[in-house]
């Protein structure tokens, strides 16, 4: 069954009376700066979380627009969308509703890397995260513009400690007070457009920057060290007059594979769906990126763009005297507009023109609205801690493009981690970890936190250590029960489904291991699949499983008394037989990490003067790093292994230490000091 | 006897074994993940090595750890275990063929009650070269073991709790120790023809890899044909029977250089090869009183107090306009970073005669020798004050006398290598330091170096297979034994990032989307 509301989405007027209509509280658990992927996610998570929330946005209308591409999943990406949807997030039904072409990429490469992915409609997009977001209790939509964030002055204690106390809008004296705040300011953060050689302020065509207020205090307040990167978008070309028939249809899945484990069909319906085009770039294309160079500021930038998603002119540049794939995406149903992916470009509009007319099926294109660059401010994200709170003040929580990484999804699962952690640290519930063993989402985070980025960051399947492990089709598996106790954002429908899922999983493999027989019988029962005869042994079912021609129906059809009733399951047990001994020998390395990333460092440690036996560049790089575990602590550049034994040895004695100065508070200050010392491995 | 001393110890004992309960397990993975091959094999191995110091010895002690320590017993030394913890004399055969290796003591100790904790074996057999590797070879083919990792006997007995609070300290010192030691080895293998073989494999590998990474995350949307995966597939082939190969012969590639490395090294015409003469009794370098004689490293292997020594002659370290010269200066430092140990040589007449300045003029000296300009440890160094007989008899003796015990200073000696003056003091000098490093196993052993690459190398053509096995039905099953395979090959050449594998992707492909 589909979502629960398949009633029409309610009118924009509705919206904006229920959040100006009468004056905002005075104060918040949880306040979201930003309505895009990041902040959606991140009210919604904070508000299921049980927080009182608060999500200001610049306006209502646009919430869950997809600024770029008109799609969804992917990759990788399709990885993090089924990991924020076990997590009860909004994207993964959002994409089910508004998706019109539904695909599994790498279909012929092996379910660990399966890439669940959809053209959206954008109109329906922005519709179902609208009526999700005004509906969800616990959640005020608020429009506005954040002038400034009210931050306490540094602890003298503890210097540089500043904490976050809410937000100050602009044209208002009032300002609105909040334990957490999650600021997800996309390309908005000092954005500037660039289009051929005009520049002007915005983080997206026809909307305004977000303030400079905000900006002053991220960087001179708070002291933050910030960056610059860039991104850019092709332009929209009219449909009708593009000459499809020069181009390569490309359809999508006959059978739509929904994102959400909710979900078991797509809103659209097979038939209806609309496929994509493919098309070449030509010699042409490449001639006109060079004439037209002198008029182009963006790329004479030198703010870092993406390697994997570079404009057409970073192409040609980079690999001459090749074609380059260019896509022709549906933006929706009913929509008149083709987008095309791979041509983003920030030339002037008439050059813009020009170039698309190089391409043979665009050779009489027009244009709706011509491609643009962004360029934005971005925090470095190594001053976060791995809950993407800033170290250095209290409260303050980052997630998306502002983190410096790129992508819908990338931004989504960012911003379902933040509203976590913000809506736990204002509910005071202690702090909680998702490991890069057991999720993307702990992959993005760790590579964020503990390396940083130099352009923008984009995941990959290639990023995570444990792919056997973590795959689209377990993602329930491995988050939605943990997602239900520890972290307390899944609703109890979804806990309670997927409990189901994993208790009939596991009767259905128990049932598959009790399944044992010789190899003769086996090939008596199934005659066309070659067992291996070296092995004389007994095989049970999972291992007959295993074989590649071997499918969980032909089994069910031997066995139907015992494996009829789990045929639902039937694919997801067959990936679970094959990949299971790759998994198993995986645990003992996941184990390992796992562990190191329990082991915390504490935050205010001084790693220039810790009375532990460490040479003066591992000071340096501790110190410059301040990794919030061990286990971040092992991965950084220049730590000898050494260097981790004594700190592990600081990490057991830190406990201790703290016993003893407690129960020895009568005595001198200096006389604890020398004990402190004396208990640590010098 | 009332002793305190040792009630407070086990009070101490039992109160850290606590502490440490919980943590101990994490502590060893993580060491694990520096120690080499254990990341890649069982923690349930059986481990051998030899614990008694390299060289000759009358006794040489090889000691097993691990489940299959039993079973490696009893197939080496006779069917019946001895009782525990007694001292038994056996013939010890080869397991496979049954020839007699040698006759020697075997000591059982059941766990707990073992150094480790595990259940462990002895072999007390005796010292030479050819019955140590016979018995390190046959104990690596009983089933289930494999050599030591440096230190892993020392890990082990942490794990089980075995250590008290002031050895757990001093792990880190160990392990210190240890990396300097892999450091010094690894340097060796890398610059000899046994280093390029395994770069050129992690390279390939590394291509490898990236291109089916790339395969798997970008091929619906880019421009990349299947053909990038043909290329893997001819790449891992050959890669699997060039390792093959190469596990086979074991006689092809680098016999490894054993011994101790002693590199004299020093400023032109200061002595080096007098003394490199003085120390092999014969004229294994040409002399000649003009500078910059010696310009390729000379190598001699010599027996210093019973221990081998590779003892390398260098060119005189001067600013040169020869590019052989150079070379030759070049080559010296990067010897004396690979050397166990380094013989200074300073011509004694140009010291200054106040012996503070002395004393400020050879830590300079010491500086410049070593190519990162930092002075070396001073327990793998000595001072060779050279030309002594052309000092006057006063400022011998004050050089003597003052020079000795500077703080910061290695080992000072005064010889003449014209008239042996002082050479027998320099010889006691040079022994106690070749002793101390040999007793460490972990200086020159070969045996144990080649065991390990082996193990590795092993690992990595089987992870390599897991790629053909799943060639065709699960892509990403096969990257899983790229990826496996690179780990293994990593293990001896050094860790590969997944950035490292994105920048090879960018750099040959043209990712769009």
Redesign the interface.
């Known amino acids: 069954m589909l979502t629960k509301k398949l009633q029409p989405v309610q009118s924009f007027l509705s919206l904006v009376s229920r959040s100006v209509g009468h004056f905002p509280r005075q104060h918040y658990d949880v306040i979201v700066v930003g309505g895009g992927h990041a902040g959606t996610e991140a009210a919604a998570a904070a508000a299921r979380l049980g927080a009182e929330t608060l999500l200001i946005t610049q306006k209502i209308h646009t919430i869950g627009a997809l600024s770029c591409n008109p799609s969804l999943g992917?990759?990788?990406k399709g990885h993090l969308v089924r990991e924020v949807d076990a997590l009860d997030g909004l994207c993964g039904r959002a994409g089910d509703w508004a998706g019109i072409s539904f695909s599994i990429?790498?279909r012929?490469?092996?379910?660990?890397?399966w890439?669940p992915r959809a053209q959206l409609d954008r109109q329906r997009y922005r519709e179902f995260m609208q009526s999700e977001l005004l509906s969800t209790p616990r959640l005020t939509v608020m429009e506005g513009s954040v002038e400034e964030l009210l931050v306490t002055d540094p602890n003298p204690e503890q210097p540089g400690q500043h904490r976050v106390n809410g937000i100050c809008l602009a044209n208002s004296s009032h300002p609105i007070s909040a334990s957490s705040v999650v600021l997800t300011t996309g390309t908005f953060l000092s954005g500037s457009l660039f289009i051929g050689q005009t520049t002007s302020p915005g983080g997206r065509i026809g909307d305004a920057p977000s303030s400079a207020g905000l900006s002053h205090t991220l960087r001179e307040r708070l002291g933050l060290k910030v960056g610059r990167l860039r991104t850019g978008t092709p332009p929209r070309i009219v449909k009708d007059s593009v000459d499809l028939s020069l181009a390569t249809l490309n359809p999508p899945d006959s059978s739509p594979t929904p994102f959400s484990f909710m979900n078991t069909h797509t809103r659209c319906r097979p038939e209806e769906q609309l496929p994509c085009y493919l098309t070449y770039t030509t010699p042409g294309v490449e001639r006109v990126v060079r004439e037209s160079l002198h008029l182009n500021c963006h790329i004479q930038q030198d703010a870092k763009g993406p390697?994997?998603?570079?404009s057409i002119e970073s192409?040609v540049l980079?690999?001459p005297g090749?074609?380059?794939?260019v896509?022709l995406e549906p933006e929706g149903l009913t929509s008149d507009l083709l987008y095309p992916?791979?041509l983003s470009m920030t030339m002037p509009p008439d050059v813009q023109l020009r170039l698309i007319r190089e391409i043979p099926p665009l050779h009489k294109a027009e244009i709706h609205m011509p491609g643009y660059g962004v360029q934005y401010d971005f925090v470095c994200p190594t001053q976060l801690s791995p809950s993407l709170q800033v170290k250095s003040t209290q409260g303050l929580f980052l997630a998306g493009q502002i983190n410096g990484t790129t992508g819908y999804e990338e931004a989504a699962a960012q911003g379902l981690w933040a509203g976590v952690n913000a809506g736990r640290r204002a509910l005071s519930k202690p702090p909680v970890a998702l490991s890069r063993t057991e999720s993307y989402i702990g992959v993005l985070i760790d590579d964020l936190v503990s390396?940083g980025v130099t352009e923008p960051y984009r995941m990959?399947?290639?990023?995570a250590?444990f792919?056997?492990s973590l795959r689209p089709d377990n993602a329930d598996l491995r988050l939605t029960l943990k997602g239900r106790f520890e972290l307390g954002c899944v609703s109890s429908s979804r806990h309670q489904k997927a409990v189901r899922v994993k208790n009939s999983l596991q009767d259905a493999l128990a049932a598959l291991q009790a399944l044992s027989l010789s190899t003769t019988s086996w090939k008596r029962k199934i005659p066309d699949v070659h067992v291996s005869e070296a092995n004389s042994n007994m095989l049970s079912g999972i291992e007959m499983l295993q074989y590649?021609d071997v499918s969980f129906q032909v089994l069910a059809s031997i066995f139907p008394e015992v494996l009829l009733p789990f045929m639902e399951f039937s694919q997801r047990l067959k990936i679970e037989a094959?990949?299971r001994p790759?998994c198993e020998s995986n645990k003992?390395?996941i184990?390992?990490i796992q562990?190191?990333e329990?082991?915390s460092l504490p935050e205010d440690i001084d790693y220039l003067s810790l009375p532990v036996?460490l040479s003066q560049e591992v000071r340096e790089v501790l110190h410059r790093a301040r990794p919030s575990t061990?286990g971040a602590a092992?991965r950084l550049e220049g730590i000898?292994?050494?260097a981790?034994?004594?700190l592990?040895?600081y990490v057991?004695f830190a406990e201790?230490r703290k016993k003893t100065s407690h129960g020895n508070q009568r005595r001198q200050k200096e006389g604890r000091e020398e004990e402190l010392c004396a208990s640590l491995?010098? | 006897m009332f002793r305190p001393s040792s009630i407070h110890r086990g009070v101490c004992r039992a109160v850290i074994r606590g502490l440490w309960t919980n943590r101990r397990t994490s502590l060893h993975r993580l060491l694990s993940t520096y120690g080499g091959v254990q990341g890649g094999l069982a923690d349930a191995d059986t481990i051998f090595a030899l614990s008694s110091g390299y060289g000759r010895c009358g006794v040489a002690v090889v000691r097993v750890s691990g489940p299959a320590s039993a079973t490696a017993l009893r197939s080496m030394a006779g069917h019946r275990l001895p009782p525990p913890r007694t001292a038994l004399l056996r013939s010890i055969t080869d397991p496979l063929s049954g020839e007699m290796l040698d006759r020697g003591l075997v000591l059982w100790f059941p766990a707990p009650h073992s150094f480790t904790g595990e259940d462990s074996v002895e072999f007390h057999i005796h010292g030479g070269p050819a019955v140590i590797t016979a018995v390190l070879q046959a104990l690596g083919s009983v089933p289930g073991t494999r050599p030591a990792e440096a230190g892993e006997f020392t890990r082990r007995a942490f794990q089980a709790g075995k250590l008290d609070l002031t050895e757990v300290e001093g792990l880190g010192d160990l392990i210190h120790a240890e990396t300097e030691a892999q450091r010094r080895q690894a340097l060796r293998q890398m610059s000899g023809e046994l280093g390029h073989i395994y770069r050129d494999w992690s390279h390939k590998l590394k291509r490898c890899l990236a291109h089916i990474e790339a395969f798997i995350d970008f091929s619906e949307d880019e421009l990349i044909e299947d053909g990038v995966l043909d290329q893997a597939d001819r790449s891992v082939c050959d890669l699997q029977s060039q390792i093959e190969q190469h596990l086979r012969d074991e006689r092809r590639g680098e016999r490894l250089r054993s011994g101790v490395h002693v590199v004299i090294a020093g400023a032109t015409n200061a002595g080096k090869s007098s003394l490199l003469n003085t120390l092999c009794q014969r004229p294994a370098a040409i002399v000649s009183p003009i500078a910059g004689t010696t310009r390729d490293i000379v190598e001699t292997a010599v027996d210093i107090g019973g221990f081998p020594v590779l003892l390398s002659d260098t060119a005189g370290l001067r600013e040169s306009a020869d590019l052989v010269e150079q070379e030759g200066v070049r080559r010296a430092r990067e010897r004396v970073q690979q050397a166990d140990l380094t013989l200074l040589v300073v011509d004694s007449t140009c010291l200054p005669s106040d012996v503070q300045r002395a004393a400020g003029f050879l830590s300079e000296h010491l500086r410049s020798v070593s190519p990162s300009q930092k002075q070396p440890a001073t327990d793998m160094c000595l001072l060779v004050l050279n030309k002594s007989d052309l000092l006057p008899e006063t400022q011998r003796q004050k050089l003597k006398m003052e020079l000795r015990g500077v703080s910061g200073l290695p080992a000072v000696c005064l010889l003449s290598c014209q008239t042996n003056e002082g050479l027998k003091d320099f010889l006691t000098v040079l022994q106690s330091s070749v002793k101390t490093l040999c007793g460490d196993p972990l200086a020159g052993a070969p045996t144990l170096t080649q065991a390990r690459h082996r193990a590795h190398l092993q690992q990595c053509v089987a992870a390599l297979s897991q790629f053909q096995r799943y060639r065709d039905s699960d892509l990403a099953l096969a990257a899983e034994g790229v990826r496996l395979a690179l780990t293994s090959l990593g293990r001896i050449t050094g860790r590969v990032g997944a950035e490292e594998i994105l920048d090879i992707i960018f750099k040959d492909f043209c990712i769009g989307k």
Do not use: I
């Open positions: 992917g990759v990788g990429l790498n012929r490469k092996g379910p660990a890397v890439g390697r994997y998603c570079p192409r980079r690999f090749r074609r380059h794939q896509w992916q791979g390396r990959f399947t290639s990023r250590e792919r056997t590649k094959v990949y790759h003992r390395e184990q390992r562990e190191e329990n082991m036996s061990l092992t000898t292994p050494a981790v034994v004594n592990f040895n057991c201790k491995p010098q």
